[in-house]
């Protein structure tokens, strides 16, 4: 993965934070968890063959962190201090008593008008949305490569991107092709932040933790999302 911008909304982000120490850090093979005591934050690893040597050196440096010192690590070049640092902001504001509306973000009204255009191949997406041209970095079967964002992003009436776009930096640049379509951010990685709307985004879909500790503990074994989303609720924040 390369890093291609700046974290969309950062400084905004870090003048907002509480600046508490963590209560815990996790880093599995597919997600990483930072617990506060007001909310836990998620991010994708973006590394899952990470070693578990390496592992205990990230704990071992930031596991006494302080939520902003964290926070900081999303101007790193190194990947994982990245994604713990965009985990913290999550844990910032993601916490426990936010009122959401419980859905995924791919519930979208039967509408053969639309266009949609899906950044990110979501599991069981050719279910939900049927009709979707999903751009990938890693095409697979019937998917785009990411450069052909330019050509279909433009006049597309529905966006709906991954929230890994927002970690590694590349969301700017998708949000610059958008005209006129409602744009959603969404995954286990999205941070549920008013912040977001004034560089046009409409819609955050994400992951609300319900309970750290069991989180913390399947994420350490390896756990991927279907194995936790009992413990917390998949919600929409509309901006």
């Given at each position: ?6 974290i ?17 850090l996790?880093?599995?093979?597919y ?5 506060t ?16 040597e ?24 190194d ?9 913290a902001?999550?844990?910032?504001t ?23 255009v ?19 970095r ?35 640049s998708?949000?610059k ?5 409602h744009?959603s ?37 390896g ?17």
């Open positions: 993965m390369r890093l291609d911008n700046s969309l909304g950062l400084n905004s982000f870090l003048t907002r934070i509480n600046d508490n120490r963590i209560k815990r996790t880093i599995g093979r997600w990483i968890v930072v617990e005591e007001y909310g836990t934050g998620l991010v994708a690893n973006p590394q899952n063959k990470i070693s578990a390496s592992v205990k050196e990230y704990q071992k440096r930031f596991g006494g962190s302080s939520l902003y010192q964290l926070a900081l690590g999303v101007k790193s070049e990947l994982i201090e990245r994604a713990i640092g965009c985990a902001i999550n844990a910032n993601n916490h426990y008593g936010l009122k959401l509306t419980q859905d995924n973000g791919l519930s979208l009204p039967d509408n053969k008008e639309e266009k949609i899906v950044v990110g191949r979501f599991p069981n997406l050719e279910q939900k949305l049927p009709t979707a041209i999903v751009l990938e890693n095409p697979g079967p019937g998917d785009l490569p990411e450069n052909e964002a330019p050509n279909v992003i433009p006049d597309c009436t529905q966006l709906i991107i991954t929230a890994s776009t927002w970690v590694n930096g590349s969301l700017p998708l949000l092709l958008v005209d006129t379509a744009v951010l969404i995954g286990p990685g999205t941070p549920f932040s008013s912040i977001l709307k004034q560089y046009g985004i409409h819609k955050l879909a994400g992951f609300l933790v319900q309970d750290p500790d069991e989180l913390s503990r399947l994420i350490q074994n756990a991927g999302v279907r194995h936790f989303k009992h413990l917390g609720i998949f919600g929409v924040l509309e901006l």
